[in-house]
C-alpha cells in the first residue's frame, strides 16, 4: 500500500493543491514587478538629482575661482605690481591672462604673476567646449541686467539655460 502525505495526496503523486502552494499567481509576479518598477524609479530620480547637485557644486566652485582670480588680478594692477593703461580698469583683459600670467612690473627680473594653474571649465556646459569658450564674460563697462563681453573681464557667468535645484537660473549665479 502507498503511503498518503499531509495534503491527502499519495507520496508518487503530484496534487494541485501542492503546486499551487509551491508557485507564484500571476497577479502576485505583476505587483511585484510594478513595486520593483516604482522602487527603480525612484532610485534613478535620485541618483539623477544627486549629479545635478554635484554639478552645481562644481559650478560655485568654479565661479569662486575665476572670481577670486578677478579680483587679486584688480588688486596687483592697483597697486602696481601690473602695468596698465591709464584708460584701463585694471581688470585682466581675458581669462587666459589669468593662466598664461602677465609680467610682473615690481620686478627687476622678468618674472610673471600667475593667478590660476588652469581655468576651470563650466560643469553645464558642452564637455567637448573649451574652458574659455564655456563662461560668459561681462566687462566692467557693461551692466549687471544685461552683461556683455568688452575690453576687459570684470565677471563671468554660466551661459547654460538650465535653473538649479532651487529653481534660480544658473546664468544669475
Same mark, same amino acid.
Given at each position: 500500500?502507498?503511503?498518503?502525505? /499531509? ?8 496534487? &494541485? @493543491? ?6 507564484? +499567481? %500571476?497577479?502576485? !509576479? ?44 584688480? /588688486? ?8 596698465? &593703461? @591709464? ?6 583683459? +581675458? %581669462?587666459?591672462? !589669468? ?63 538650465? +535653473? ?10
Amino acid at each position: 500500500m502507498k503511503s498518503i502525505g /499531509v495534503t491527502g495526496c499519495r507520496a508518487d503523486q503530484r496534487c &494541485a @493543491a501542492t503546486a499551487q502552494v509551491r508557485g507564484f +499567481t %500571476l497577479i502576485e !509576479l505583476l505587483i511585484t514587478v510594478a513595486i520593483l518598477a516604482m522602487l527603480a524609479g525612484g532610485a534613478m530620480s535620485f541618483a539623477t538629482l544627486a549629479v545635478q547637485r554635484t554639478q552645481e557644486q562644481e559650478l560655485r566652485s568654479a565661479l569662486r575661482q575665476i572670481r577670486e582670480a578677478i579680483d587679486a588680478y584688480k /588688486v596687483a594692477a592697483d597697486s602696481g605690481r601690473i602695468a596698465k &593703461a @591709464a584708460d584701463s580698469s585694471g581688470y585682466p583683459p +581675458t %581669462l587666459s591672462a !589669468l593662466v598664461e600670467g602677465v609680467p610682473d612690473a615690481g620686478s627687476a627680473q622678468a618674472k610673471k604673476l600667475y593667478f590660476l594653474r588652469r581655468l576651470p571649465r563650466d560643469p553645464m556646459a558642452d564637455p567637448a567646449m573649451p574652458a574659455d569658450a564655456s563662461w560668459g564674460l561681462r566687462s566692467y563697462e557693461s551692466d549687471a541686467d544685461n552683461p556683455q563681453p568688452g575690453r576687459d573681464v570684470f565677471d563671468v557667468y554660466s551661459l547654460s539655460p538650465k +535653473t538649479s535645484i532651487g529653481g534660480r537660473p544658473y546664468r544669475e549665479w
